[in-house]
């Protein structure tokens, strides 16, 4: 049936869950729980979407291993300055295909941010694209890609999307 | 069960589906394609929350045939000047129920718009009730309604929500 | 499997059903009906966030019982007076867990309000944490924390999250 791509609810349910997890632990600060969703050798990408459309390859975010997202939460944890805030991400329906015994998933997200005034502004808003595998009966990102619409407020981009 | 108004997994998949791939066209700008989720036979509108509870007619947008929504489009490619922008839909859970060999099936959303300079701004909130009927085995949509909460920026409205 | 917990795409679908008639009673204003979405003997508590990871018990709206929940309802209906306004909530994917005979539910939510010049603002976001259980059949809310992100508009609070 082409509107669910031959992919079971059970299935379906599993990578939103996924998806679900992702955006959860982001939201509660454990970043180091978020990078474990990941396989070791993955690849994380924020890129507007312009830049998307125009072929240019500029990244906002790119880390190309586990390793080096690790690198990354360290350093927010230890080095960075950035001002504190709350993370919420809103999900939509997530679409998931089979492809060669992994999958692609796509999803629409809002994201917004609370600071510690109190107050609520939209952050960025944009969709994953996502290749999960199974792993010892998990099911991992081997790739995320994230394209954001909002190309404006990027300069603030300290914590993933 | 009431909750789940007799509606199977696989049945609820199908139509969430449904309401992705219908969000997913128009954020790509695909509206060719999104006009090809309609039934020959349609109904498109979009109508002001207000304006359903107070009985008044006047739509936003109303096309009653999907050649009607198919020029629509044409118009908004060949002819019409209005800025451009990224939409991004964030479609909340679908409820659906079945009704003599159709289905009702509504949904909530948000649509945000990102303009070329990088800003993203909520364009508008609102409802989506939707009749939908199965044509040679695939999931169409015989009646869209959009009920919109955010009657005041609707002047600029020209691509569909 | 650990992604879902257990649970089988129907009582996924189930409780998310129950989630999205949570906020499309509160969207259509048919609070009435909300209410009887609860236990008689339940726990509704809205909170911020902040409060919650201070240990601080201050919440913002608390009800510990259906009847004080009405009584609430009949106080909006009758006594109080606040901005009318249109609610409209866009619940993201919801994380389910079974747990000695009942459920524990997650998701998070944003929520618009829509005012009557016809402009939407971003209202709340936060998350729903929620304990459901089976009465007679049905799957009841036994209680539902909301935890805020957005502390500062709270002084306008009137209608439930």
Known sequence: MNAICGISPEMHLEV?????EY????DEDRLEDWTALFMPD????IISRENVEQNLP???MLCDSRDMLDDRVY?????NVFNIHYDCHIIGPVRV????GAWTATAAYSL???IQAGETRLFSVGRYHAELKRVDGVLRIAKMRVLVDTGA???LLATPI
């Open 16 to 20: 939103t869950m996924l998806f679900e």
């Open 23 to 26: 955006g959860r632990l982001l």
């Open 42 to 45: 993955c690849l994380y990408e």
């Open 58 to 60: 500029l990244s906002l």
């Open 75 to 79: 350093s927010l944890r230890e080095a």
């Open 97 to 100: 295909t089979a492809q060669d």
């Open 112 to 114: 917004f941010q609370s």
């Open 153 to 155: 407020i990027l300069t």
